[in-house]
């Protein structure tokens, strides 16, 4: 989906469609993947779980707007310009919610424990090699 979006010198309306959906079904399978989460067994372990549910909640919201952003695309060149502003203004309204979750789960006491029950969690593993 990246190499879609940079490759700014195919870009077409299809081709935006096709990665704004690729950015909804990715980010529908990763908000599905939090709700799945267990708290942690710490003392920090209820927090963090509300923490991961608002980033769920969060990103389920934005990829609603994006759907909502694909299905308004005018066509022809003005309303790929129009689609690809709004996908990039999501994207990066996305990436601040998970940086400002990643630190608020650092920050909670016991987050060291939290780590290590992250780094060790078999749960974990494909959140980790995404690292």
């Known amino acids: ?4 979006l940079k490759d700014t010198g195919n870009l077409s309306a299809n081709s935006l469609k096709d990665a704004l959906n690729q950015a909804v079904t990715a980010t ?24 991961i549910a608002a980033l ?3 990103l389920s919201e934005q990829r609603d707007t994006f759907n909502d952003t694909i299905d ?4 022809g ?7 690809a502003a709004a996908a990039a203004t999501l994207l990066t309204t996305m990436s601040t919610s998970v940086t400002s ?8 006491e016991g987050g ?3 780590k290590q029950a992250f780094e060790s969690a078999d ?3 494909d959140f980790r090699s995404g690292s």
Do not use: H, I, R, Y
């Open 1 to 4: 989906m990246t190499t879609t």
């Open 28 to 51: 529908t399978t990763l908000v599905d993947d939090l709700q799945a989460l267990e708290a942690p067994d710490t003392e920090a372990g209820a927090a963090a779980k509300e923490d």
């Open 56 to 58: 769920a909640n969060a």
């Open 72 to 75: 308004q695309a005018p066509s």
């Open 77 to 83: 060149a003005a309303g790929v310009l129009t689609a």
């Open 101 to 108: 979750t990643f630190a608020s789960l650092q920050s909670l």
């Open 112 to 114: 060291e424990e939290l």
């Open 123 to 125: 749960e974990c593993q």
